[in-house]
T-cell receptor, first 111, second 111 residues
Framework: GQSLEQPSEVTAVEGAIVQINCTYQ??????LSWYQQHDGGAPTFLSY????GLEETGRFSSFLSRSDSYGYLLLQELQMKDSASYFC????????????FGKGTKLSVKP | EAQVTQNPRYLITVTGKKLTVTCSQN?????MSWYRQDPGLGLRQIYY???????DKGDVPEGYKVSRKEKRNFPLILESPSPNQTSLYFC??????????FGEGSRLTVL
């Protein structure tokens, strides 16, 4: 079977740094993506890692280690608006669209 | 404006009454897919399509049908809906390097 594991909930304070981990076990692997979803909204794409290493986009960074089947999303200088659910997703089909999602991590940012 | 449009956004129906959720994208994306989202289960893929007339099953295809006669449209058909298909449904499209672009979601209740 295919599985992606990520923590169900994380709490942090404004201005802090938080790391959301994702480990995966899938039949194929082309890359790891991260998505953000606010309550009542649609998921939105944050980042994609196909190769090992760190990708930085503003306050958000994403890391991948293919040998460890592991990645993480790092959020810096947390803001209240970062309170949302974050999903990791493995691309299994080579089209950057055929994705298997984790169950999501609900991030709560406190003042 | 680039968008994925789903209709209806909200629907309450009864067991066995066939329904179709439409999905249309204006970005000329080749890849489209349907997901359902249930509390605690994350996003699960129902069906996906790599291009016109090319569709394939995702993780939870039972009870659903799809068609891809045109590049822009990817309707989801529930021939005989049952209460366990009560869920939040998302359509998404992708051009490859940009990640998935999601519609606003369709909340379906089957009584």
């Amino acid at each position: 079977g295919q599985s992606l594991e990520q923590p169900s909930e994380v709490t942090a304070v404004e201005g802090a740094i938080v790391q959301i981990n994702c480990t995966y076990q899938t039949s194929g692997f082309y890359g790891l993506s991260w998505y953000q979803q606010h309550d009542g909204g649609a998921p939105t794409f944050l980042s994609y890692n196909a190769l090992d290493g760190l990708e930085e986009t503003g306050r958000f960074s994403s890391f991948l280690s293919r040998s460890d089947s592991y990645g993480y999303l790092l959020l810096q200088e947390l803001q209240m608006k970062d309170s949302a659910s974050y999903f990791c997703a493995v691309e299994i089909g080579g089209s950057q669209g055929n994705l298997i999602f984790g169950k999501g991590t609900k991030l709560s940012v406190k003042p | 404006e680039a968008q994925v449009t789903q209709n209806p956004r909200y629907l309450i129906t009864v067991t066995g009454k066939k329904l179709t959720v439409t999905c249309s994208q204006n970005m000329n994306h080749e890849y489209m897919s349907w997901y359902r989202q249930d509390p605690g289960l994350g996003l699960r893929q129902i069906y996906y399509s790599m291009n016109v007339e090319v569709t394939d099953k995702g993780d939870v295809p039972e009870g659903y049908k799809v068609s891809r006669k045109e590049k822009r449209n990817f309707p989801l058909i529930l021939e005989s809906p049952s209460p366990n298909q009560t869920s939040l449904y998302f359509c998404a499209s992708s051009f490859g390097g940009s990640g998935l672009f999601f519609g606003e979601g369709s909340r379906l209740t089957v009584l």
